[in-house]
């Protein structure tokens, strides 16, 4: 009798704790930065792309608090995007604990100085410049991308490098590194990652080099699945919405690498197409105005 009043006890205890857990309240969404499409019907709509139906913010952090892996797909440069995903980190809190968060824009070379930072903020010892302590990469707009690091720095699970270093780009590009995996080679794969690099390129890449853009590209999405699958979980990874999509992206790597139960947000702005063979949900943000980003490489 004394054993199952105890265990009684136990299993309202834990249920009082879940039930507190689910309960906390989500982070107030962030105000529209950009400028577009602030009238569009689809602004901050929410789609099950199985489903076609219409979630609310707290129907989809129910849905991805329950995946170990969770990829969001941003477009590097809208403001509003990288709002959402400070967003979704602190609304994912409330109601799991995060494993760690990675990042595509860090690499292997980066990991000790991360891991330095991380400490020094950690003991009080702060650095006065956090980009310069991080060594990061000039290619990413720091602004962008300075309040995620800081947040995530500040908690207490890792912030892990997906990338691979420039070395290893160059290595592969040079001698065109072989991938294995029946997925992530079929052929209907390789041809719409070529017709991604060419268009990406403004149609101006040299024939000869598209293979070498091809192998470095899939070798990015590979490593970033074998750094999702031995990061800690529940691992979430942030990375160009290209390298997340379920048709050609690193969701086909983990399927190679025997590991496929992940959830895939793609970040989209308004007017633009997400389908159900690209992810799992989308999520619709105000847009940037219309830029030609092929402008000054055709001049």
Request: charged share 20%; aromatic share 6%; glycine share 4%.
């Amino acid at each position: 009798m004394k054993e199952k009043t105890l265990l009684s006890y136990f299993l309202l205890l834990m249920l009082t704790l879940l039930t507190a857990c689910q309960s906390k309240p989500l982070p107030p969404l962030p105000v529209w930065q950009s400028s577009e499409g602030l009238a569009h019907t689809d602004l901050g709509r929410i789609v099950d792309l199985a489903s076609g139906r219409t979630l609310t913010v707290d129907e989809l952090i129910q849905q991805l608090a329950a995946a170990p892996l969770v990829l969001v797909g941003e477009q590097h440069d809208n403001l509003d995007h990288h709002a959402l995903e400070l967003w979704l980190l602190q609304a994912l809190q409330t109601r799991r604990r995060q494993g760690s968060l990675l990042l595509e824009m860090l690499d292997d070379g980066q990991q000790p100085s991360v891991a330095q930072a991380r400490l020094a903020l950690r003991n009080g010892q702060a650095s006065a410049d956090l980009r310069a302590a991080l060594n990061w990469r000039s290619g990413w707009d720091w602004a962008a991308y300075e309040p995620l690091l800081r947040y995530t720095l500040a908690q207490p699970w890792p912030l892990l490098p997906a990338n691979l270093e420039r070395g290893e780009m160059m290595q592969i590009y040079r001698h065109l590194a072989p991938l294995k995996g029946d997925r992530s080679t079929a052929e209907p794969v390789l041809n719409a990652l070529r017709e991604q690099i060419r268009d990406s390129h403004c149609n101006l890449l040299p024939a000869t080099q598209l293979p070498n853009m091809l192998a470095v590209q899939q070798q990015r999405d590979r490593r970033m699945a074998e750094r999702l699958l031995a990061a800690p979980k529940p691992a979430l990874l942030i990375a160009g919405a290209f390298h997340v999509r379920r048709d050609w992206g690193v969701p086909l790597h983990l399927a190679d690498l025997a590991r496929s139960d992940s959830k895939v947000l793609i970040l989209a702005q308004v007017g633009q197409q997400v389908t159900q063979e690209m992810a799992d949900f989308v999520w619709y943000s105000a847009a940037l105005p219309e830029q030609d980003y092929c402008a000054s490489l055709r001049q």
